[in-house]
């Protein structure tokens, strides 16, 4: 089956869906099938097709191995009631489906949604306002010696030095009157580099399409970046944006099971899945996820990156991403994602779900809290699982700050300070400096590469599936026969002779060697 990736984009949600309901329609294998004493062809049972499609998921580098079969059954409800199936009858909307020999096929009309279309205008807006942005940073104002002005968060004097946000005393040997660096200044120019940081991770020519640059708030990276306790986790001056106690004190008791600092209290049995459950209770019940609704389109774009062979790519882009958030989310977020790694790696762990391991329970229970959209999306539930589950592996470097980032604004900062030349018509301008590109490459390269790249991908995945060893050897083989009919170069490369697949199976070489020739005695006759 055709894995293949969604492009960067506006509506990645809606893409995958498209994506996911064709390679269903597709693939899906139809037959003939008997109930209630009659026959009814080119249908499929719920099982089959709950079996088929969690087969679909879990190989698919959107969704990953994380997909539960549940998942895949609400997914297939979502499908009925979109008409992408339905029953024998040609009911669907209302009715259910469930993991069992119902039969059910495909309508005649197309299941694809279709793509809202932005204005023309309101994406010229987008462009004009990002490049007024952008040509403010190139200014340096002419403005009197002035305390910066207070944008709701506060800083402290340590931070404030060490950031450069506090007034920049003059060269005395290269100016020839006082100047000064704005809190202005300083703040377009961190919002300006983390956006060419960003917009050069993700490999896209424009941000335009997933976040709108008015979006950035340099106060919200500044403080990100410089309150941070000794483990890299933000501190909040105003505490009535954290967490309760009690909630702290409940995530501290779950993280360093069994042993804890806060709980000396007497448990009981069922103690630690109560405990749990009032964790739960509070991240559930938050107004909006802890990625917020305005970031939805940004991190579902990444999640495209979240890839083996790119997993370096989607760290670094997820890295400046949370740097994006409210420093109150971002705590929480912190905390969270401390909380249910340290979990799903405790050995010692009660089991808190009578049908569920802990890793799969807490991206189960906390994948709604961090990302999800303002208006509900079909396929919510998977990709926020997906990128729950490669933020719990993964949390350490991606929720750290990065030094390279600071340096880089440092730099800019220091370049304006010293940098700048004399206009006898407004005062002082200060041009950034120019950056070098990539060479750009043929169409007839970038096509090579593409075919290269994406067969080197198809080659990893049979390696995956031949070093499956939870495959049991039957799935393993129709799984490997079936990629050799659709890809059979790619197949011949890996097994060139019958000998390196019997090797794996530990069959007999289908090809005979060609046995010695002996040469035939001649018999002698009885007679003398």
Request: net charge positive; aromatic share 8%.
């Amino acid at each position: 089956m055709e894995n293949r990736d969604v492009p960067p984009g506006p509506y990645r949600a809606t893409k995958l869906w498209n994506e996911i309901t064709t390679s269903f329609r597709v693939g899906m294998p139809l037959r003939k099938h008997r109930q209630h004493f009659k026959k009814y062809g080119n249908c499929f049972t719920a099982g089959e097709a709950v079996d088929w499609l969690y087969d679909l998921l879990r190989t698919n580098s959107n969704f990953g191995p994380e997909v539960t079969r549940q998942q895949t059954i609400q997914l297939l409800r979502k499908f009925l009631k979109n008409h992408v199936i339905e029953d024998i009858k040609g009911k669907w909307g209302t009715e259910n489906l469930d993991d069992n020999s119902q039969l059910f096929r495909f309508p005649t009309s197309s299941p694809l949604k279709t793509l809202p279309r932005r204005h023309p205008e309101l994406r010229k807006n987008n462009i004009e306002n990002f490049s007024k942005d952008k040509d403010s940073i190139f200014k340096l104002r002419n403005l009197s010696r002035r305390t910066p002005k207070k944008h709701g968060l506060h800083f402290s004097q340590e931070n404030s030095e060490k950031m450069n946000c506090e007034i920049i005393e003059e060269d005395q040997e290269n100016l020839a009157e006082n100047r000064e660096i704005s809190q202005k200044d300083v703040e377009e120019v961190w919002r300006y580099v983390i956006l060419i940081y960003l917009q050069t991770v993700l490999g896209v020519s424009s941000l335009e399409e997933v976040i709108n640059p008015k979006q950035v708030i340099p106060q919200y990276i500044m403080y990100n970046m410089t309150n941070t306790s000794k483990h890299g986790v933000v501190i909040l001056q105003d505490k009535s944006d954290d967490l309760p106690h009690w909630v702290l004190s409940a995530m501290k008791c779950l993280a360093n099971w069994p042993r804890s600092n806060d709980m000396n209290n007497p448990t009981y049995i069922g103690f630690e899945r109560d405990v749990f459950r009032t964790i739960a209770d509070y991240f559930l019940d938050l107004p909006e996820p802890l990625l917020t609704f305005e970031y939805y389109e940004l991190f579902v774009n990444i999640l495209g990156l979240l890839q083996p062979h790119l997993e370096r790519v989607a760290i670094d882009a997820l890295q400046l991403c949370c740097l994006l958030l409210p420093p109150p989310n971002r705590r929480k977020l912190q905390l969270l994602m401390r909380m249910i790694s340290r979990m799903s790696q405790n050995v010692d762990m009660p089991q808190l779900h009578d049908a569920m391991g802990t890793r799969s329970l807490m991206i189960h229970t906390f994948s709604r809290s961090v990302l999800r959209c303002a208006e509900e999306v079909d396929l919510d539930e998977l990709l926020a699982a997906r990128l729950v589950s490669f933020l719990m592996d993964h949390q350490q470097e991606i929720l750290q700050v990065p030094s390279y980032l600071l340096a880089a604004v440092e730099k800019h900062l220091d370049y304006l300070r010293k940098g700048h030349i004399k206009n006898p018509g407004d005062g002082v301008i200060a041009p950034l400096p120019t950056y070098s590109y990539c060479k750009q490459i043929s169409a007839q390269e970038f096509d090579e590469q593409k075919v290269s790249t994406s067969q080197a991908a198809i080659a990893e995945l049979l390696e995956n599936i031949i070093k499956n060893k939870s495959l049991p050897l039957k799935e393993k083989r129709r799984k490997i026969k079936q990629f050799q009919k659709e890809y059979p170069l790619i197949y011949q490369k890996r097994f060139p002779t019958s000998e390196s697949e019997a090797a794996l199976f530990g069959d007999k070489p289908t090809i005979k060697q060609p046995m010695l020739f002996l040469r035939k005695p001649k018999f002698r006759s009885l007679r003398y």
